[in-house]
């Protein structure tokens, strides 16, 4: 499969926090945790469980950064 987004990130999945609807599914890439929010059919669709490979794929035209 191709794809656009440039900013594809290969991790692990070290956990998976349940929600009513959504998932907050933690991803460790190189020693930093990524999270995502996704729907519980996407975890599902996915076959997503804790200790499998999956990517981060990062599309956003702006990251913001801020502190007080």
Same mark, same amino acid.
């Given at each position: ?12 999945? &070290? ?5 009513? *609807?959504? %998932? =907050? ?7 930093? #945790?990524?999270?995502? !929010?996704?729907?519980?059919?996407? &975890? ?5 469980? *804790?200790? %499998? =490979? ?7 035209? #702006?990251?913001?950064? !801020?502190?007080?």
């Amino acid at each position: 499969m191709k794809l656009s987004a440039r900013n594809q990130l290969k991790g692990k999945v &070290v956990e998976i926090k349940e929600g009513v *609807v959504n %998932c =907050e599914v933690i991803l460790d890439v190189g020693g930093a #945790t990524i999270t995502s !929010m996704i729907t519980k059919d996407a &975890v599902n669709a996915l076959g997503l469980k *804790v200790g %499998c =490979e999956a990517y981060a794929v990062i599309k956003a035209s #702006t990251v913001m950064v !801020m502190v007080d």
